[in-house]
């Protein structure tokens, strides 16, 4: 289609430089590549789409969808009202092109699995297209409907919501033929009146639908009856309903079918049954669905970043392999790039509804735009398909090959995505960082999710200082940042200059500051482009003497923290100083509370600000400037909104703890280990070093790979602490020795190899700093550097 074609769709005002064919839409200036199909929608959301308009241009982008005037030229320009809505109507237009079947899938919980099991099975029988991973919003559900090509045959597409309203416009412009409705649960509670209303809401999404799928045995269920009348297809775990299902162990039996699976955890199988009654609605036949059902099983459904050999990072993403999914995953990419080489390991695609050639020529240009440096192929197709490629390149017709003759690897980012028969993972496994099996798994989601929650309590203007400092408290420097900067947080801080330089050789460009300065270190801060914190006299004066160019300097001034900082009683002499050198750039003034979690102290805190207010009053009279002001951390971002000033300073919350206590976040990591030995061991037997576990009653104990210098403090022996196994909560054994813990697993059906929480949702971090008399900061930076920290996104 032509971007002119858009004038009609969307009653706009149509701007023309050079008409171009358009087929790529995207609402992010980071996924842009700046392909001439390329159109950039700039809406208007918490951050205005506008403000990255010359950012996109600078790409290379040349289509826009606006709803204010630019000022721009050389662009195709096409002005709207409501540019989510135009892009509703564009979506709307192009799906109604296609009469394929679709199928909507939405609900509280399990929306994304449904719909990755459900296209695993129905891509046995048909060319399926559906949302990538959850794209599920108002601008995900448009977006993903684009994907829609002529070969398709069914569409699979999830909606979510968050408030009233929504779900209309979902409902509009995907129109599902089939529904399913997975569950009720209290996700998004606070958009809604009530449970009911929300229910009454979701089911809109099926207000057209021929036919919808649920559970029947739900205390919700009459009132889906209510709604939906006879377009229900209800299935029931035990009795009524069209589907008869019942859940066995090996085996799940719908009707008079029956199909094997190992899942038995209730979740799952609710989600399964979802899957195969829908595919038995699209008419599968049982042996189809049987196959599907054979390639879910215990498939990680997530994006995993690890840490590799030779200082590489891969990106395993070995579940299924779609050029939709690859786009992802290389858009994935763009906001982890520690390492600037990429290299793709790719199979065959399978399924794809495209002929080989064309279908290889757009992988290849998807490629090119994402800046992927070499292809590794694995398959007889891809290999067939060699000359569209023009990136360095090399092919195997085999896994097996591959493995026999491994390329080389380092420093560079490695994506492995292939088809399931492939089995890439055993290519992952060798270019994986040996590790003793424990690891510090890291969620992407969490630390987006909790990241929003301290943006949400921000006016759009105030600045967002993020302390990266202590590894990112224990979570990983490198990809921590790199996701802070891709969330375009405006600034990072760390304690030393070796910190900020290992930022700066990875590809961080956002301001730093550096809080602890160190006098030996001056020239590397023009060289790096750093920022310094500035707390004394000395300091100050060694640095104008030393340097060409000072660095941009942020004052720090002591209210009542009395640790590092300029006193009340100084800023004279202070003013003084700077009045000497006016060429010195004073970029912000900060104070420190030093008990903003603290009900008790709040008259302090109190004290702290004025005291502040004053101080940064008389530097500014001096300077003839305003720099930025600030002063909260975590807990004052939460407590004491009239002192976020022009700048806040994020640093545990990020991680999931709320030191005031009043948000609730997600815990972004979790340590976890694998059980090494199993011993049967009899009353009167002792356990460890000095003898110190005895053992009452015969009993059996695990032997763990996690020791005090791993971090796990020699304070969690002796049953002070417990570790969760199998879901059940084990005490410690013995004393912790330096590589290895004993732990009591007597009542826990275990075996070698089982996998072993020491802290995540449960126990959680708090849970160990209360047992070791300590605080959530310290757990966490403890983790040491031997523990490979594993980067997921769901
Ligand atoms: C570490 C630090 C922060 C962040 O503190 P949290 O309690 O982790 O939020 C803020 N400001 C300064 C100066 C810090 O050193």
New binding site residues.
Partial sequence: MLFSHLKKTTNGQLSLDQDLEVSRFSTDTRNLTGHPSEVFIAIKRKRDGHDYIKNAISKGTRNFIVSSDIEVADVNVLLVSDTLKAFHQIAYHHRKKFKIPLIGITGSNGKTIVKEWLSTILSEHFYVVKSPRSYNSQIGVPTSLMEIKKNHEVGIFEAGISQKGEMEHLQKIINPTLGVFTNLGHAHDDGFDSLDQKLEEKLALFSNSEKVICRGDTSYFAKIQKQLGDKLVSWNPDGTGKYNVKWNPHYIAVNSYKFQTEFSDPSQLENLTHAIVAALEMGLAQDEIQRGVNLIENVPMRLELKEGINGCYLLDDTYNNDVIGLKVALDYLESHQQNSKRTLILSDILHSGLPDEKLYKDVSDLLKSKSVDRLIGVGPRISAAEHVFQIERIFFDSTDALLADLPDFKDEMVVIKGARDFELERVTQKLEERSHGTVLEVNFESLQYNLNQYRNLLKPTTKLMV?V?ANA?GSGLLEVANFLQHQRVDML?V?YVDEAILLRKNGIHIPIMI?NPHIASFDQFEKYDLQAEIFSFSYLNRMMRDTQKPPKIHL?IDTGMHRLGFAKDHILQLTENLKKHPDLIVESI?T?FSS??MKSEDTFTSLQAEEFDDVYNQIVDALGYQPIKHA??????VRWPQYHYDMV?????LHGFD?SGELSLRHSSQLKTVISQIQHLKAGDTVGYSRKGKIENDSKIAIIPIGYEDGYSRIFGNGRAHVRVNDILCPTVGNVCMDMTMIDVTDVDVSEGDEVIIFGNNPEISDLAKWSDTIP?EILTNVSNRVKRVFVSE
């Fill in positions: 302390m400092k408290y801080g304690a809080m720090k900060f420190h903003s979690d909260c951390n975590s807990a004052g971002m300073r994020l640093g545990i919350g030191p900061y």
